[in-house]
């Protein structure tokens, strides 16, 4: 919309900086000389949301770099260990093997790059506290001053559990399976496993258990953003145990009721807990609104 200048003044442009003005349209002038309309204004919001968004890009750059430097930092104290690591990792699938059988490797290089896989994974496990801190700080700017006070529960929790998803899956699934695909050799059949293709069974098992160890982590966010509450999860239980049983019945080898229950019962426990911080922290979210 045009702004018509009043008499005795050349454009709206010059005005007098004096700041007695008399008209409310010298006030509105006063405040945004430089003023053309809505245009303007949308011109304006349109540079203040590149600028937010370059501002975004480059703190997602710099979050990386520190994530990739912990990642390398980690990669050398771990390979400073490796022969530890090895033992603790290839260990477990040495003993589930009959009795005189070998892990075989057939490729010159295969040994060699399964050393510095192990010390790479290795690595990321001891700098995950950093990594989880840089998704917290990349995060954070988006969220309210409450919000932000689950800064540390959220390092702690997604490291804790995924750590103990892993030890899960290597202590205790991963054997079971094992020991299970071993006992098929007969006296047709000589099990004589590939270095490669065993450790690549190994990380996939560990890594799934892992990741799903970060159900009370995801839960917890999802309930102080408002989209899960522990009322809602209880009254899906049910379901959410069929669903943990026929995942189990799925990684569970040997089709056992009694090994798939050893299983599932662990995913239960994380299921309720993540009820419990969804309860907690999910009922004052929702007390907050409804007084609102």
Do not use: C
């Not at 008209?23 to 949301?49: C, M, S, V």
């Not at 690591?85 to 040495?94: G, T």
């Amino acid at each position: 919309m045009a702004l018509v200048p009043f008499p005795g003044s050349s454009s709206p442009h010059d005005l007098d900086p004096d700041p007695d003005f008399r008209t409310h349209a010298n006030r509105i002038l006063r405040r945004d000389p430089g003023a053309d309309g809505d245009r303007d204004d949308d011109e304006q919001d349109e540079g203040e949301a590149k600028m937010s968004f370059l501002e975004h890009l480059d703190e997602l750059r710099k979050r990386i770099i520190w994530a990739a430097v912990s990642i390398f930092v980690g990669f050398i104290i771990a390979f400073i260990f490796i022969q530890q690591l090895f033992d603790f990792v290839m260990r477990p699938l040495q003993a589930g093997l009959p009795a005189g059988q070998h892990l075989i490797y057939t490729e010159p290089t295969e040994a060699f790059v399964l050393y510095l896989t192990i010390a790479g994974i290795a690595g990321a496990v001891i700098a995950l506290p950093l990594v989880m801190t840089q998704v917290w700080l990349f995060i954070a700017p988006g969220l309210y001053a409450k919000e932000k006070k689950l800064a540390i529960p959220f390092v702690i929790l997604s490291s804790t559990f995924f750590v103990l998803g892993a030890w899960f899956g290597h202590s205790i699934v991963f054997p079971m399976s094992w020991r299970f695909f071993a006992s098929m050799e007969n006296s047709i059949m000589k099990f004589q496993p590939r270095l490669d293709a065993s450790f690549s069974m190994y990380l996939k098992m560990v890594l799934a258990f892992a990741v799903v160890f970060q159900m009370p982590t995801v839960v917890l966010f999802l309930a102080r953003m408002g989209v899960v509450t522990g009322r809602f999860l209880m009254r899906h239980f049910k379901y959410a145990v069929l669903i943990i049983f026929i995942a189990a019945a799925i990684i569970t080898p040997d089709g056992s009721p009694v090994t798939q229950t050893f299983i599932a019962g662990p995913m239960v426990g994380l299921y309720l807990f993540s009820v419990l911080l969804a309860w907690i922290f999910g009922k004052k979210r929702r007390t907050a609104e409804d007084d609102i």
